[in-house]
């Protein structure tokens, strides 16, 4: 049974950072590509960013703009968001996600992603 686990998120004030984390279990990492998504209250979840299965290619949705860095350590079944000069609009509950071992890539829409976490609350005051 594959099981995410995220933590991490918090309150922070505007121009802060938060580093989330995502543990993994139930499935070999390293073989899987892995994402990031947020929900905020009222509208539809989005795309973060994503990290190829060895960690070389990374992706970020448009609104990041240098902002986050996503990584990964395969030896600890681990995946990372460093959230840097967050803003009141990054305000949102964070999932992590993996895809669905068909797909090949690394996959930047939802639809493409199987498994996901309880998600963590990322809240960040103005």
């Known amino acids: 049974q594959v099981q995410l686990v995220e933590s991490g998120g918090g309150l922070v004030q505007a121009g802060g950072s938060l580093a989330l984390s995502c543990v993994a279990s139930g499935l070999t990492f390293s073989d899987y590509a892995m994402g990031w998504f947020r929900q905020a209250p009222g509208k539809e979840r989005e795309f973060v960013a994503a990290?190829?299965?060895?960690?070389?290619?990374?992706y970020y949705g448009d609104f990041v703009k240098g902002r986050f860095t996503i990584s990964r350590d395969n030896a600890k079944n681990t995946m990372y968001l460093q959230m840097n000069s967050l803003k009141p609009e990054d305000t949102a509950v964070y999932y992590c996600?993996?895809?669905?071992?068909?797909?090949?890539?690394?996959?930047?829409?939802?639809?493409?992603?199987?498994?996901w976490g309880q998600g963590t609350q990322v809240t960040v005051s103005s």
């Open positions: 996600a993996a895809p669905s071992p068909l797909v090949a890539g690394t996959p930047l829409q939802m639809g493409e992603y199987d498994y």
């Open positions: 990290i190829s299965l060895n960690g070389i290619r990374t």
